[in-house]
């Protein structure tokens, strides 16, 4: 069974900055895709940022510059780096993950409220 434990949300001024973690467990972890979605309420969840097992990130342009997406794999965590938050920001954060062979799995969400 695949466990993913998000910390770190809260909130935060306009401007500041925010870090959130998501430790994994009950997969190998190096092998999966991870990811982090937001949803704001009345929205649709999005993704905000991602990053392979190899690395490879993505976001999309409303984040990009901003957001940082990391991952320890020594650690079974991963990391969202969040600058220049803006009141949009303001969320719900889930850790996402695609394990291969299996399927995706989400944590239980943070929230974060940035304040204008």
């Known amino acids: 069974q695949v466990q993913l434990v998000e910390f770190g949300g809260g909130l935060v001024e306009a401007g500041g900055s925010l870090r959130l973690s998501c430790a994994a467990s009950g997969s190998i972890f190096s092998r999966n895709t991870m990811a982090w979605y937001r949803q704001a309420p009345g929205k649709q969840r999005e993704l905000v940022a991602g990053?392979?097992?190899?690395?490879?990130?993505n976001y999309p342009d409303s984040v990009k510059g901003r957001f940082t997406i990391s991952r320890d794999n020594a650690k079974n965590t991963v990391y969202l780096q969040m600058n220049s938050l803006k009141p949009e920001d303001t969320a719900v954060y889930y850790c996402n993950a695609i394990v291969p062979g299996i399927g995706a799995y989400w944590g239980q969400g943070t929230q974060i409220t940035v304040s204008s």
């Open positions: 990053i392979t097992s190899g690395g490879t990130t």
